[in-house]
């Protein structure tokens, strides 16, 4: 909405630095943080799909910690940094995307940005998680396409672990 | 979560070796954009000054309405327009039926008109500057209803007092279908004991793509079209849909798509909502933009086709030779006939399953109730046979005292009957069942099952293991909708791409296809650097779907089970033709004939002389940009269009006989349960999913397709599930309700393989993909093996939460009064 028309209350100036660069928005205060990401900065790599904060694929690292965008309002992060997928690769893909890539663990792609927040969180906190570890990391996303075996291997070859055939 | 994969070695291969890229596990085409979230979905297009689009939808399961108004909603601030019924009804004629009467009577619009007939249905829409702003809006719309009884249970359907949904119809039997084939009689005569099952019951859910429908919607003044961004997955079907209720050319229709967030059948009926956009684009001269709401999608959109089987009889011999069934198929196809009845009939294209029945007679009829519309969903109709036929398998077994691994091998098709005609008429094209069953008893260690069972016992749990084997048909020949409605006019099938040498020596491909992640651009590259000898890097397939591209047909697009044979078929088609062109052109050039030239290497050279060669771009510049001298009679265009289409006939409406569909992937699946006695509570401890596709041209993207669908099957078999209160709510509206399986909820998968090659498809391969139905008849089976020991409750529904097994444990002789036993 054109800011011209918001009352202080219901708009805010927000500071967010994305994948190491700074934007300053005006926001409506109710925007939530996804929105600001896909609509605001044509972010567009994080994706909806639940409005619930169930299903994951909004997710990205928040000063360090991995939230749900999705359950977070734009004006909350004022002042923070925030990594996205579009932030992953730097120049050529990252070891995790390309294992996602090697071990097949995406198919239409559309969780895969919130599943590589996750998986890059946990192998921050744990470098060579087990299976179970991996599976408990990446709980709270949703993939409809591969069942997740593909996944926890890829993230497990990824952490430069042996995987199965 | 462990896992073991016996399928073959899954080197990514950085290098051409030569020989063959189709049967390699190269990269995916695909993967790159997508792992650093390029790719474009429709919701990441946006246009200058877009509005977005708010639907108003019924808060009652049925309800005259008695008026809309939107006069607040257009007084806020913000608001760009709205849309309504009675617009609706104005500027649109009805959506075509497929149905023959009943079912050919329903006046179906893209918003409510008069009436609402379940909770969710679109009733009007609003348009606003931004999200936000259109939802605040739509809640000033006020819509005056008034409540009528609803009918949620298709068992009801048909009572004397059940409210009538269609007043147009005049009943709820909205189209009613009887099958008859072989003799039913002679099998029951001929019978040693006959099996009555007196109720089966297939759970209504979906598949629930992460992503929900939308569209990007664009209106031209000046050119009367609309362009339609859309992650709609059959745009042919979509069209055929659209053109007439808008009275206008499929031509004004464009649809594009880039990357689609998964689809699995739910994405094909989005057209009524397609409608409302495009009105709504050209009444307001504007973009606009709708993104469905999770909560929308749960509670309107395409759910899988609930099914009873009713009074079901089963002829069979004292050694488990399975004669003949007799049943009734109650299907609830929801409020609307979105894509039905055509569910009435897609069954049939797996009549027998994988079994050698010959004599089977089915009521399939059709009702109208007040929930959602089905609409297809992996598997579509045939799961939901294929799942009785399964129990059916399963309980005469356990009721006859006969081992189900032993009745399956003794009634499976053989591998030697094939090419197999089933009793109505479809061609079974290769496979060998009995084969995949010892694969998958190997890959769960059927031979210790017994110490297993003792195992399990010892620690107090109850142990069972469970086949579930079926077909996952595809290719349809359309022909079979005339066994639906004899007026209609469609029958065959067809897929198209173009592939063309450009400029400077690009290999560029198009397809007609809507891919939702089953890797089309990889799969036809490996098909097309094969045939020009080049590498896969060579091959340029353009992502996604544009109608502007020319290279789509009537039937284009992504559903049941046929990129491997449509898509590749036309690949195929039209890099022959281009490889031909590129000859003749290298013949001309090297003053030779075009059998003397060989493409490799990405050159056209003379055999024998590879010094004397042409590469790829030479030839493109010399067509594209340096003609000039070359022979007038030269036919070469380097720009090839090829429309794949399959061998049919339009089956016998009389008989309703005929071949249905080209080829017939199979899938056997084997599940180890254990449950806890005093819960309910079950885990599966062992599972193994084998496949037959026929020829894999990317042995990893079609395990991937397995794994998927089992994880879709499992899912269903325990959790997923659309139930509805007495006043028509959907009780499972979002992810919170609708649990679907996360990570932890996976079993140890074990996959496996046969490769029997179609016949009848040019590259021999078969189409897949939806297999996954074998978890949820796996399931069913490993639990009724299971509780045998406990009063040998029958397992009579798709769908066991943990509660339902909790029941058949304290009361199995309450699922035991479902089934009978009669000696002839």
């Known amino acids: ?165 | 979560m462990s896992e073991t994969t016996v399928s073959p070695e899954r080197t990514v291969v950085e290098e051409p070796t030569r020989e063959q890229w189709s049967g390699q596990n190269v990269p995916r085409k695909e993967d790159k954009r997508l792992v650093q979230g390029e790719g474009v979905f429709f919701d990441d297009v946006k246009r200058h000054n877009m509005g977005y689009v708010h639907f108003v939808r019924s808060p009652y399961a049925h309800a005259k309405i008695r008026s809309v108004d939107v006069s607040a909603a257009l007084d806020f601030p913000g608001v760009y327009g709205t849309l309504t019924g009675d617009e609706v009804a104005t500027l649109t004629d009805p959506f075509f039926q497929i149905s023959s009467p009943p079912g050919a009577h329903l006046k179906d619009y893209c918003l409510a008109v008069g009436k609402v007939r379940f909770v969710g249905e679109p009733v009007a829409a609003v348009v606003a500057e931004t999200r936000e702003g259109a939802r605040d809006a739509a809640e000033l719309i006020e819509v005056d209803y008034e409540p009528l009884p609803a009918i949620n249970d298709a068992r009801r359907a048909l009572d004397d007092d059940a409210p009538v949904l269609h007043d147009d119809a005049g009943t709820n039997l909205t189209w009613e279908g009887v099958f008859d084939w072989g003799d039913v009689d002679g099998a029951f005569a001929e019978a040693d004991r006959v099996v009555k099952i007196s109720e089966l019951h297939f759970n209504r859910f979906n598949s629930t793509p992460l992503e929900c429908n939308g569209a990007l919607v664009e209106y031209n003044r000046g050119t009367g079209q609309w362009t339609l961004i859309t992650n709609n997955q059959f745009p042919g079907f979509a069209a055929i849909m659209m053109g007439p209720a808008m009275r206008v050319g499929l031509d004004k229709l464009r649809f594009v798509t880039q990357d689609i967030g998964g689809g699995f059948g739910n994405k094909i009926t989005s057209h009524p909502q397609l409608v409302a956009c495009c009105l709504l684009a050209r009444k307001l001269n504007r973009a606009v933009q709708w993104t469905e709401w999770r909560t929308d999608f749960h509670t309107s959109m395409s759910h899988g086709n609930e099914r009873w089987f009713v009074d079901t009889e089963v002829a069979v011999k004292n050694d488990g030779t399975m004669l003949g069934f007799r049943t009734t198929a109650l299907d609830d196809a929801g409020a609307w006939l979105r894509y039905e009845p055509l569910g009435g009939i897609i069954w049939a294209q797996v009549t027998p399953g994988m079994y050698r029945w010959r004599n089977i007679q089915l009521d399939f009829k059709q009702v109208v109730t007040n929930k959602a519309p089905v609409s297809p969903n992996r598997g579509y109709s045939r799961m939901q046979h294929l799942w009785f036929t399964e129990r059916v398998i399963d309980i005469v077994a356990s009721e006859l005292e006969l081992d189900p691994v032993e009745v399956r091998k003794r009634n499976y098709i053989k591998a030697d009957e094939m090419p197999y005609e089933t009793p109505n008429g479809c061609i079974y094209d290769s496979g060998d069942y009995a084969k995949m069953l010892d694969v998958a008893l190997d890959l769960i260690g059927y031979e210790e099952l017994d110490s297993r069972r003792a195992d399990a016992e010892k620690r107090g749990k109850l142990l069972g293991l469970g086949i579930g084997s079926t077909l996952d048909s595809g290719t349809n020949n359309f022909g079979q909708s005339r066994l639906i409605n004899a007026d209609l006019q469609f029958s065959g099938n067809n897929e198209v791409a173009t592939v063309k040498l450009d400029l400077f020596g690009e290999i560029v491909v198009t397809l007609g296809t809507t891919p939702q992640g089953q890797s089309h651009e990889t799969t036809a590259a490996q098909v097309v650097a094969d045939i020009l000898g080049c590498s896969l890097d060579d091959v340029n397939v353009r992502a996604g779907h544009d109608s502007y591209w020319n290279s789509h047909a009537g039937f284009s697009g992504t559903y049941a089970s046929q990129f491997a044979v449509t898509g590749l078929g036309a690949v195929k088609g039209a890099t022959e033709e281009l490889a031909g062109q590129m000859r003749k052109l290298a013949a001309v050039v090297l003053g030779a004939t075009p059998d003397d030239i060989e493409l490799a290497e990405g050159q056209a050279r003379l055999k024998g002389n590879p010094e004397a060669a042409l590469p790829f771009m030479a030839l493109g510049a010399i067509i594209n940009a340096n003609n000039a001298g070359l022979p007038e009679d030269l036919d070469v265009t380097l720009n090839c269009r090829y429309v794949y289409r399959p061998p049919f006939e339009v089956p016998d409406v009389e008989r309703k006989y005929g071949n249905l569909t080209l080829t017939y992937a199979a899938q056997v699946h084997a599940a180890v349960v254990e449950i806890d006695p005093e819960t309910g509570v079950y885990e599966i401890v062992d599972y193994a999913a084998v496949d037959d596709c026929g020829k894999r041209i990317n042995p990893q993207i079609v395990e991937g397709q397995v794994m998927g669908a089992t994880a879709q099957a499992l899912g269903a078999a325990t959790h997923e599930t659309f139930p509805y209160d007495e006043e028509g709510n959907l009780l499972t509206p979002n992810f919170y309700d609708y649990h679907v399986p996360h990570a932890l909820d996976m079993p140890p998968l074990k996959t496996g393989y046969i490769e029997s090659e179609s016949p009848f498809t040019s590259l021999g391969t078969k189409g897949m993909g939806e297999g996954g139905g074998a978890g949820i008849h796996a399931v069913c089976a490993a639990l009724q093996d299971a509780l045998r020991s406990n009063g040998k409750p029958i397992v009579y529904d798709s769908f066991n939460p943990y509660e339902r097994v909790w029941e058949m444990l304290r009361e199995p002789e309450a699922s035991r009064e479902r089934v009978t036993v009669e000696s002839t």
Request: with cysteine.
């Open chain 1, 1 to 165: 909405m054109a800011a011209d028309r918001l009352a202080p209350a219901q708009a805010s100036r927000v500071t967010v630095e994305v994948n190491g660069t700074t934007y300053e928005r005006e926001v409506e205060s109710r925007r939530l943080l996804i929105h600001l990401l896909r609509d605001d900065l044509d972010l567009t790599g994080s994706h909806v799909g639940c409005d619930t904060g169930n299903c994951g694929a909004c997710s990205v690292i928040l000063d360090g910690t991995l939230v749900k965008s999705c359950m977070l309002l734009a004006v909350q992060v004022d002042g923070s940094s925030i990594e996205t997928v579009e932030g992953l690769a730097e120049g050529e893909l990252s070891p995790l995307q390309q294992a996602f890539s090697d071990h097949h663990a995406l198919q239409c792609g559309y969780c895969t940005p919130g599943m590589l927040m996750s998986a890059t969180a946990l192998l921050r906190e744990n470098p060579t998680p087990s299976d179970d570890e991996i599976a408990n990391a990446i709980q709270g996303n949703i993939c409809r396409c591969t069942g997740y075996w593909n996944i926890v291997k890829a993230v497990k070859a990824a952490s430069g672990q042996e995987v199965g055939e």
